[in-house]
């Protein structure tokens, strides 16, 4: 577990970020997938994740598997090319547990900021957290209020949960347990079996256990906001919606005992036959069963009743700090920079 009220961030800095305009584009270089959130003031002009697969066999090997590397880089080039025919320039990027924990990121960072042309700020878990936090509010305001909440981001690689008053700097804790990895540390078998999911489970409790003596108010949370893809594809399964809507699905209440449900079928199926469950993307069908291995963990150990779906997340964060530190970016400061102090203010 990383836990800390303060987190070092490592960045390979080869290009100045652009000067801050209304259009904004943040990409978010995940263990899983590579997300992309382009922006016109509030307006939503472009919002896509691609799974990559970066992450795999990192656990195993300490290292980037050159195919995922070659996978999210051709990514990347998709994505510059989508930024530039918005006529964005003002494009920041940040990467999460998979490059902070590989041992060969460095050249991976230095050819993904040569195709963005811009810094790729790789950040530790409390940044993420912080990040995912600021950005799960968005759009969210109605229903969360003005009350204490937790935001749970479930990632490939870890998973963070952040604490604290809508608009302020929450505390933050960072478990070593994402859908990917959960999936390739214990979940061998195809479907896993019994003592398999179990184990998996019981990791994530453990780890969970060691976040609580941390910060005890984890436990008397009342409201849960789960952000990024295996909350929302949990959810998708749920409602059998075989395409992603974001007006359908941000703010949804997802029941513990609907999440049990999802988990109790597709723990059971075979690879072969869990990609036929009405929305359950096809590239997600491999670690979703991990992923659920992290959702109900909490919910159980937590004892919540349900958990708050958002379709905005750690990018969405990025864009709020970014334009809230326009002069220092206009003045050539690093984003990485930036979002260190700003994680930890």
């Known amino acids: 577990m990383t836990l800390s009220a303060s987190g070092s961030l490592d960045a390979s800095t080869t290009h100045r970020n652009c000067v801050m305009s209304d259009r904004i584009a943040v990409v978010d270089i995940g263990s899983n997938s590579v997300k992309l959130l382009a ?16 992450g795999t066999g990192v656990t195993d090997t300490g290292n980037l598997a050159d195919e995922s590397v070659a996978a999210t880089l051709q990514r990347l080039a998709d994505i510059k090319d989508i930024v530039e025919s918005h006529g ?16 060969n990121a460095e050249s991976f960072i230095k050819d993904a900021s040569r195709i963005l042309g811009c810094d790729v700020a790789v950040i530790d878990g409390v940044t993420e957290g912080t990040l995912a936090f600021i950005g799960a509010q968005r759009n969210l305001e109605h ?7 937790t935001v749970l981001d479930v990632g490939g690689g870890s998973t963070e949960f952040s604490i604290g008053l809508p608009g302020a700097t929450p505390r933050v804790a960072s478990i070593p347990y994402g859908a990917r990895n959960l999936t390739e540390r214990i979940l061998e078998h195809d479907p896993p079996r019994p003592e398999e999911l179990t184990n998996a489970i019981g ?8 976040v609580v ?18 909350v929302v594809t949990i959810a998708m399964v749920e409602l059998g919606l075989h395409e992603f809507d974001a007006n359908v699905l941000h703010g949804m209440e997802l029941s513990k005992d609907a999440a049990e449900d999802v988990f109790r079928t597709l723990a ?8 036929f469950n009405p929305g359950l993307p096809a590239d997600r069908a491999d670690i979703i069963v991990g992923g659920c291995c992290v959702l109900v963990a909490v919910l159980r150990k937590l004892q919540l009743p349900a958990i708050t779906v958002s379709t905005t997340a750690l990018a969405d964060g990025v864009a709020v700090v970014a334009r809230r530190s326009a002069p220092r970016l206009n003045a050539g400061a690093r984003l990485t920079d930036i979002l260190r102090d700003f994680c930890v203010s």
């Not at 922006?39 to 970066?54: I, P």
């Not at 229903?143 to 204490?148: A, E, K, L």
């Not at 059971?268 to 990609?275: F, I, W």
């Open 268 to 275: 059971t199926e075979s690879l072969a036959d869990r990609v």
């Open 203 to 210: 990791a994530v409790i453990d780890e969970i256990d060691d």
């Open 88 to 103: 964005i320039t003002n494009l920041h990027a940040v990467a999460t547990a998979a490059v902070r924990s590989a041992n």
């Open 39 to 54: 922006l016109d003031g509030e307006d939503t002009l472009h919002r896509d994740s691609v799974v990559t697969r970066l």
């Open 213 to 230: 003596r941390e910060i005890p108010e984890l436990e008397s949370c009342d409201r849960l906001v789960g952000v990024a893809g295996t």
């Open 143 to 149: 229903i969360i209020g003005t009350s204490p909440l």
